[in-house]
């Protein structure tokens, strides 16, 4: 089983770059971010002639996730992240699909830090790691996919340095993205691939596709059930270098069935 998450940065004015990946890769379910659409406005016919069925949270202008299943009927069970019914940002979408919870995720940037847009994301966080612990209590496999908006060390970014006080990469939220994995999640790429530089996102300004100055913040956390089936996981950053892409590349894990 494949499943991929992809920040589509725009799923309209994307959409030919979306349906090109989903014709060459495949994968049984995807996690999409920042859909920048309102509801009505979810291109569901041309993701169901792609031979996807799709479930969907969007937001105009903003935000907006989508999950989305291949040969299979993504069974919604929430569309926002319990904790605060006055949060009205389209952030988060929860479905089970062949017997697996699937979280789709696309958490707060929080930039300009300290202020409140930074408040914000901690608090979002704080909520997510209070449900994450409730979905590892039901004992089901689960797999929580999306733009995490954090690199959790310092091998996830390019030159660090120039990072430290920049709401993806503050103490605060490091120590946020560690104590939502010692609740007893995998980070996939860094089991398969614990030391090497792999980045998912590349900004459009300065070449930094091309210099690979990269950020890791889109990530999959498993629960132990599906720990033990990851079998591969990856990057697709050929998609990134396509015209007209998201500044994300496509990121990826294959499960044992």
């Known amino acids: 089983m494949k499943i991929a998450t992809y920040n589509v940065n725009g799923i309209n004015g994307r959409l030919p770059v ?47 996730v989508a999950i989305l299943a291949r040969n299979a009927q993504p069974a919604e069970v929430q569309r926002e992240l319990p904790g605060d019914p006055e949060d009205l940002q389209s952030r988060y979408l929860e479905a089970t699909i062949n017997g697996i919870s699937v979280g789709c995720l696309y958490l707060p940037n929080g930039n300009p830090a300290p202020g409140p847009k930074f408040d914000y994301k901690l608090r979002w966080f704080e909520r997510f790691t209070a449900h994450a612990a ?64 792999i980045y998912t996102f590349w900004d459009y300004f300065r070449n930094a596709y091309e210099r690979n100055a990269g950020l890791r913040i ?23 270098g396509w015209e007209k892409s998201s500044d994300h590349g496509p990121v990826w894990i294959e499960l044992s069935d």
């Open 134 to 197: 409730s979905l590892l209590a039901s004992d089901k496999p689960v797999v929580l996919a999306g733009d995490y908006n954090v690199m959790p060390t310092e091998i996830d970014v390019y030159k660090p340095e120039r990072w430290v006080n920049d709401a993806l990469f503050r103490q605060e939220v490091r120590l946020a993205f560690k104590t939502l994995v010692d609740q007893g999640w995998t980070d996939a790429i860094r089991k398969l691939y614990p030391d090497e530089i």
């Open 218 to 240: 889109d990530h999959f956390l498993l629960s132990p059930h599906l720990s033990s089936r990851l079998i591969a996981a990856g990057v697709d950053r050929n998609v990134r």
């Open 18 to 64: 979306l349906l090109r990946w989903l014709n060459e890769t495949a994968p049984d379910v995807v996690c999409l971010q920042e859909l920048k659409a309102p509801q009505e406005k979810f291109p569901e016919k041309a993701i169901q002639d792609a031979g996807y069925n799709a479930i969907w949270h969007g937001q105009k202008s903003w935000n907006g």
